[in-house]
């Protein structure tokens, strides 16, 4: 049952476009920076096949331009990584 | 609520991430910081603008319980972007100060008498009848504020000019802003910055003018450190006359001697033109070349009258003038060596780099301040570094709403709501807008502000009615001003939130509600028109001042021009002036608009929605000719102006027997004449009261320690201040400064009333004065 916190940030000007995106996206809870170009995203997923399935539609989301993993916690290890770079849109 | 393990996962998982992000991007603000365990459930937060200076910065206020407890910033507004400065966290401290003025008092056999509004309001409006039925229209005033609101203002200006028929309506912003406005107008044929706030996020270099921005407009220099920080082709150059906290957060301090900013501006120009600096094509379109009078005077003499009449002149005769001005030559005159004047230069030439100029006091309180403002507009036409992104001039204001009320609205002797009272066709609208017939508007401007003072003095005009200023320790040379207002021959109204040093001459005093005790909208120094709700009632009896106008205007029998009503003035009154900005190059937001933001900047585009962030390029500016790159649409031809103006020295001058340089200023503490920020008690502990700064060894040799009493001297008055030594700022030898918000050591009874003879505004940064110890 993963739990997993990230700094997105959106493509230049679309910021509020990734908001809606990541809104309407299943186990996403957005928390938008209100003066920077930046979110705060959390996960939380089920088990680790459906933290993949969230992963793969994160790496498609067209106005995410980097994602940095901030924290991750699950059943099974407690795991946390501190910014590490998770994925580039770039 | 329960909190569960998954949902607390949760919650820190999006701290940590929050707390990273915060590494990253220092000041970043998340809802969930808003809506923090800083403040108890139950606080409503509206937006408004600050109270305090002219940065605009939006503050939203917590109010419970029908009393407002707490403010933040506004992380909607595009001018803070959440921060404040220490001003504006504590701004409505003010309001429950126990002398809070909340009933009218009327003088009677030398003593105030609580009186009823009604009661008084009646006595304001039958003196002003009586007066204007004695000894004319012209014998009654005005004088207003660039704290006024719109409304306020609008009101004020339709009740003398086109309700009484006198141009005698004045305001503090001719003492702070006025060169300015006279600079923009001679050059560009229109008042206000072509840019906005946004330049500060694309430019390379800040070059300040004489404004102490570190101080004085603590949010916005923020910014520019935010830029220097997370850019690395950022740099901040300081000319000053004194070493401040703006000196040294800049990558480059300069000192000048008074005076000396012509000298630099001119000397500039000649490098850019002797290194083939000049956007030669920019030139040739849009810019033509003009000389004015010299030798102008100074106004220091009662009904002073000058007019300035331009001569056209062509490149070559200008590129001779500038001969005088090579940096060698006018390094003795300015203090400034000759590398530093190419250095500047250079980065005003150098076409890689996007420059912005930013003054405000330094360059407005000057005896030569229109000059000041044309030399500097010269060097961003020379280089064409004007009217895009990062790159023009920024003349700063002082008051939240010099620019709102004071320019737009326009509460000076000369001005109408647009235009000026000498244009036949501005007279014409205003007219037609206020109902009223066209030749009641007179067609010449009467007093200006100090001249207006002047004529108290000499007991020309019998009645006054000031709101929302305290001119008696604002004006230069209160040492004459004050026992002018003190003769009986003029009856004196003062509307106020507070005692002041001007309600203690006053006749009557009328309590005035204080900024979220009305509803109102104010103007920035970017063109930012920003509305905000009433949020807490007034005390007592008091009101706002567009209220008390209205109902002094109606009882003198003009009630047929003020229909408006009370709970909705504000709302009647702006879409009312609205109609004067109508068309593509001042449009105004429509209400609902400015309801729903943080402020709107004008020109508003109706087609889009969105504010016009560059005048005169027509890439950004829907008023400009679509045919051309640029158009300076202010002026018939299109073209701005460069002009010729010389060095000329100040009106007096540290001699033996006065050998000191004064200058004065404002704290980041206080604002203003601290009739606010001297009530809230955490600025006032802050700095408790005003000082002397001296140079430290200009301090040995006269045997003053720090903390010493010393009088400071001028041919026009006395004033005893403690010695400042290395501390807050640093003058540099032979001249002091002293800051004015203290009512209880009055610097302006020591400085002159000179003035710049085309703008009017006094210069309150040059005067000769002695330093003697107690």
Not at chain 2, 3 to 11: D, G, W, Y
Not at chain 2, 202 to 209: G, R
Not at chain 2, 224 to 245: C, E
Not at chain 2, 502 to 516: C, K, N, R, S, Y
Request: aromatic fraction near 10%; charge should be neutral.
């Amino acid at each position: 049952m993963p739990v997993k916190s990230y700094i997105a940030f959106p493509r230049v000007g679309m910021k509020e476009q990734l908001i809606e995106v990541l809104k309407k996206t299943p186990h996403c809870e957005v928390m938008p920076a209100l003066n920077k170009d930046v979110l705060v995203l959390v996960t939380d997923t089920a088990d680790d096949q459906e933290e993949e399935a969230l992963r793969q539609i994160l790496y498609g989301i067209k106005e995410l331009a980097h994602l940095n993993l901030v924290s991750g916690y699950s059943d099974k290890i407690n795991q946390t990584d501190e910014k590490s770079s998770e994925h580039d849109n770039e | 609520m329960t909190m569960n393990r998954r949902h607390f996962l949760k919650k820190a998982a999006a701290a940590s991430a929050m707390a990273a992000v915060a590494a990253m991007l220092p000041g970043v603000l998340f809802a969930s910081d808003i809506e923090s365990d800083h403040f108890p459930p139950g606080i409503d937060w509206t937006k408004a603008p600050c109270r305090f200076c002219g940065v605009g910065c939006g503050i939203l206020v917590g109010v419970q319980n029908g009393k407002a407890v707490a403010v933040k910033g506004d992380p909607n507004s595009s001018v803070n972007k959440g921060m404040l400065c220490v001003k504006g966290y504590h701004q409505t401290m003010c309001i429950s100060s126990a002398d809070r003025l909340t009933k009218a008092l009327v003088k009677k056999h030398g003593k105030y008498v609580e009186t009823s509004m009604e009661e008084a309001l009646d006595l304001v409006a039958a003196k002003m009848k009586e007066t204007i039925d004695r000894h004319g229209k012209d014998a009654v005033a005005m004088y207003t504020s660039g704290q006024s609101t719109i409304p306020e203002g609008y009101v004020a200006s339709k009740l003398m000019k086109g309700a009484i028929g006198t141009n005698n309506l004045e305001c503090n912003a001719r003492l702070c802003m006025a060169s300015a406005v006279a600079g923009f107008l001679t050059t560009f044929g229109a008042d206000e910055p072509m840019g906005c706030y946004e330049d500060i996020d694309h430019a390379n270099v800040f070059i300040l003018w004489g404004n102490n921005m570190a101080e004085m407009h603590p949010v916005l220099f923020s910014r520019l450190l935010d830029k220097r920080l997370t850019r690395k082709d950022v740099s901040i150059i300081d000319l000053a006359t004194r070493t401040t906290r703006t000196s040294k957060a800049a990558d480059k301090s300069i000192l000048f001697k008074p005076q000396g900013d012509l000298a630099i501006a001119n000397a500039i120009c000649y490098e850019l033109i002797n290194n083939g600096w000049v956007n030669k094509s920019f030139v040739e379109k849009h810019v033509v070349f003009r000389k004015g009078k010299t030798d102008i005077g100074y106004g220091l003499e009662d009904k002073f009258a000058f007019k300035d009449e331009a001569q056209p002149i062509d490149f070559e005769q200008y590129k001779s003038f500038l001969e005088d001005y090579r940096p060698d030559k006018v390094e003795a005159l300015t203090g400034v060596s000759a590398g530093d004047i190419k250095f500047l230069a250079s980065l005003y030439g150098n076409p890689n780099k996007k420059v912005v100029s930013f003054w405000c006091m330094g360059m407005n309180q000057h005896t030569r301040g229109t000059w000041m403002n044309n030399l500097v507009y010269n060097i961003h036409l020379l280089t064409g570094k004007i009217s895009q992104p990062g790159n023009g001039p920024f003349s700063l204001t002082g008051q939240p709403s010099a620019c709102g009320t004071a320019r737009e609205v326009g509460t000076f002797t000369h001005k109408l709501p647009k235009g000026v009272v000498t244009n036949k066709k501005h007279r014409e609208l205003a007219a037609k807008i206020w109902k009223v017939p066209y030749d009641r508007i007179p067609d010449k401007p009467t007093y200006h502000a100090t001249e207006m003072f002047r004529a108290v003095d000499r007991g020309e005009i019998k009645f006054i009615w000031i709101q929302a200023t305290n001119p008696l320790v604002s004006l230069p040379k209160t040492s004459r001003y004050r026992p002018g207002m003190q003769k009986k021959s003029c009856f004196i109204v003062v509307s106020d939130v507070f005692p002041t040093p001007t309600t203690d001459v006053a006749d009557v005093i009328l309590p005035a509600a204080w900024h979220i005790e009305k509803s109102g909208l104010y103007g920035n120094s970017e063109r930012r028109t920003q509305y905000w709700d009433r949020m807490t009632d007034a005390p007592g009896e008091a009101m706002p001042d567009a209220w008390m106008t209205i109902e002094v205007a109606r009882r003198m029998g003009y009630g047929d021009l003020f229909p408006y009503s009370k709970e909705k003035h504000h709302e009647e009154i702006y879409n009312e002036y609205r109609q004067f900005h109508a068309g593509k190059q001042h449009n105004m937001a429509p209400l609902a608009i400015l309801k729903k933001r943080s402020g709107v900047i004008w020109p508003y585009i109706e087609e889009t929605g969105k504010s016009t962030l560059w005048r005169y390029n027509s890439k950004y500016d829907p008023a400009c000719d679509p045919d051309k790159d640029f158009d300076f649409y202010g002026n018939a031809d299109g073209k701005a102006v460069i002009w010729q103006r010389p060095y000329e020295a100040a009106p007096e001058m540290p001699d033996n027997e006065y050998p000191f340089w004064l200058n004065t200023g404002r704290v980041i503490e206080h604002w203003h004449t601290g009739s606010m920020t001297r009530r809230i008690p955490v600025l006032h502990q802050a700095v408790p009261h005003a000082y002397v700064e001296l140079h430290p060894d200009d301090a040995r040799q006269l045997g003053i320690v720090n903390g010493q009493k010393v009088k400071v001297i001028s041919r026009r008055g006395t004033t005893i201040l403690p010695a400042s030594i290395n501390e807050r700022g640093l003058p540099a030898r032979g001249q002091v400064f002293v800051p004015f918000f203290d009512e209880k050591m009055l610097i302006n009874d020591v400085t002159l009333d000179a003035f710049c003879p085309i703008s009017k505004e006094p210069d309150y940064k040059k005067c000769a004065v002695r330093i003697e110890k107690l």
